[in-house]
């Protein structure tokens, strides 16, 4: 059976997409972020960061939402989802798949930090703050440059 750990609307929610547009059949398990559930020990033992996505198989255990797109997709060849492995075009591929996670994702967390931030929302809603939230609550020093 396949399980994904997911809450939406997260990054698990690139995940999700990918195993309905391919038809999968899977269960999803929703991890409540707002409730702090991916920071219970068996939830970290699937992801020792505490973060959504996890997809299980009955072969193996993996994170990272990007990856799990693509893992689903070289499971699926037939879906033409993605170009022939070593042609030109599975360049382009693999340049906007690494793109979203690698430059993307940053920029668009640090434009929705601190109020406009999605989880410092959902935390402001149920009244909490978990220190990890706080802790990544603004990024914005790492990205300035150094005087
Ligand atoms: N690079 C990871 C990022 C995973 C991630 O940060 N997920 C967030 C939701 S978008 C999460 O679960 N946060 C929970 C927390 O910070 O407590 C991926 O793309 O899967």
Redesign the pocket.
Known sequence: MTILYA?PP???N??QWALEELGLTYENRI?N?EK?E??ACEYLSRHP?????VLETDHYRM??????IMQMIDENPDSGLAPEAGSPERALYYQWCVYA?AEL?CRLMEYFDNKNR??YAMSQRAGST?S??QS?GNTSSVYEPKP
């Not at 994170?63 to 799990?68: G, H, L, Q, R, T």
């Open positions: 809450f997260t990054r698990s690139r995940a991890v972020l702090g991916q920071n960061l505490g973060v959504v996505p994170f990272e939402s990007v990856a799990i996670p994702d999605p989880l978990t990890k939230q990544r």
